[in-house]
């Protein structure tokens, strides 16, 4: 019997690119009643320009601030999965700890970066949204694939909706005019890599949603591109006996 089931699973490749990208979204959400879980990549241990901090130092605070920012969301609870920060590779590892992550908490969203987004885009960022899209269709879906799981007990889990943010391919906006403050607060928490600067971000995430929610009936919004996994036909196919 798996007792870990939660409503959404956000995998990110660094503690804050989820409180950057979709904070308002998930405090709107817990507030209405789901159930979040973080899984996070990597530690974070290159994210600052202080030469007197080691990379040992660095990951547990990033740590403890993103555990400190996901308390003021209210979710329910972040996983590290502990790569290097700038390490992340298409490979059979990565893949294999979201899929286990996936099967764990058999999540009806899953939400991570765009892959695809043209031009300067941080190497862990690519290849994060690639893996977990990956691990989600076809891996995850499939018993055969990653079968040692199933010794586990992580039987096979089909997700039925996915939000990439970061995308030059919005189709989808969602309200976050009640909570962009919980995600500024969220985001204030990550002290080693905002520093002083949340008044600047303030102003210049609010334009972001003020620019997202153009033509919508709410102020601000955070821009997806949305798939609905279950109208896709190569994903349901395997519910055929």
């Known amino acids: 019997m798996n007792n870990a089931k939660a409503d959404v699973l956000v995998i990110m490749p660094h503690p804050d690119d989820a409180e950057f990208g979709c904070a308002g979204t998930m405090a709107r959400w817990v507030k209405q009643g789901k159930s979040v879980v973080y899984v996070i990549l990597t530690n974070g241990d290159k994210g600052t320009s202080d030469r007197q901090i080691t990379p040992q130092q660095l990951a547990s605070i990033r740590q403890v601030e993103q555990r400190e920012a996901a308390q003021v969301l209210g979710v329910r609870e972040v996983v590290y999965l502990g790569y290097a920060d700038q390490g992340l590779e298409d490979s059979f590892e990565l893949r294999r700890d979201i899929v286990r992550q996936i099967r764990l ?43 040692d799981m199933l010794t586990e007990g992580l039987e096979p889990h089909k997700v039925k909706e996915m939000y990439f943010t970061a995308s030059e391919d919005v189709n989808c906006c969602i309200d976050i005019t009640d909570t962009f403050d919980l995600k500024m607060q969220a985001l204030a928490c990550h002290k080693s890599q905002v520093g002083d600067r949340i008044p600047e971000l303030r102003e210049g995430l609010k334009k972001r949603a003020q620019d997202a929610a153009e033509d919508q009936p709410f102020s601000l919004a955070e821009p997806f591109h949305y798939i609905d996994l279950e109208m896709l036909g190569p994903y349901r196919k395997q519910d055929k006996k």
């Not at 949204?129 to 055969?144: E, K, T």
């Open 105 to 147: 908490y058999c999540p009806d969203i899953v939400i991570t970066l765009d892959p695809y987004r043209r031009y300067v885009w941080h190497r862990d960022h690519r290849i994060a949204g690639q893996v977990v899209l990956d691990a989600v269709f076809p891996y995850a879906r499939d018993h055969l694939a990653y079968p």
